[in-house]
């Protein structure tokens, strides 16, 4: 995998990358998910998250990035998933409908 990431989105790119993070429901762990995308100088198109289970144990991120190359999208899940207290890292690219 390349170690050059981009800095900001590009536009012109027709995709969207969607994120699925499923963690532990602990309150470091969506400024260190935020982090990743903050520190390249980019804003998520989406963002939701929710806790979830009988004791409140579990948190579901969901993030949409627009512009983001299928290169950076890895990169950028490979990251999230060596967050402590993440789980699993879901990615999709998706095509912009024109």
């Not at 981009?6 to 935020?34: D, I, K, Q, W, Y």
Request: aromatic share 4%; proline share 4%.
């Amino acid at each position: 995998m390349s170690s050059v990431v981009a800095t900001v989105a590009e536009a012109n790119l027709p995709e969207t990358a969607c994120f699925s993070v499923h963690a532990l429901a602990e309150p470091g762990v969506m400024p260190r998910v935020l982090e990743l995308f903050a520190k390249r100088g980019l804003v998520p198109t989406l963002w939701h998250s929710a806790v979830s289970g009988a004791d409140q144990a579990r948190l579901t991120i969901e993030i949409q990035m627009s512009g983001l190359g299928r290169e950076i999208t890895e990169y950028i899940a490979c990251c999230l998933r060596q967050i402590a207290s993440v789980d699993s890292v879901l990615t999709l690219c998706r095509g912009r409908a024109d």
